[in-house]
């Protein structure tokens, strides 16, 4: 299985200008942890994780006065459309992060979250039953 099998194809990103605090309220909808940020042309320049924004508070720093950029992850681990599960699996537990953005040629097209990869691999055995 590749990344491609299993990636969201649907991602949110960051402008290298957003603000701390607009990175914050996304990532406290409870659907991320962390955002791949994309330069103009959408190619992935760094990542703003939760850890990210707080250390801006530990700082002292306001969320509102901090954009992406500058507190950003700037080495980001990516990987291509067709890379291996395994690989990927290799650089989330090496790296000890939670998701990974998928490239083609350094443009973002995807993204792959632990909880992905573990949805790839199991059906449930579950049924949903409703008495009256």
Known sequence: MLAKDVMNKIV???????????????????MYSGVPVVDEKGRVIGVVSEFDLL??????????????EEIMTKTPVCVKEDSSIEEIIDLMTKHNIIRVPVVRNDMLVGII?????????????FVTVCYE
């Open 55 to 68: 250390k801006v508070i530990q700082a002292g720093k306001k969320l509102e006065q901090v954009t992406a």
């Open 113 to 125: 979250s632990r909880c992905d990869i573990l949805s790839s691999m199991v059906e449930p055995e």
């Open 12 to 30: 949110v990103a960051a402008k290298r200008n957003t603000l701390g605090r607009d990175l914050t309220v996304k990532l406290l909808s409870g």
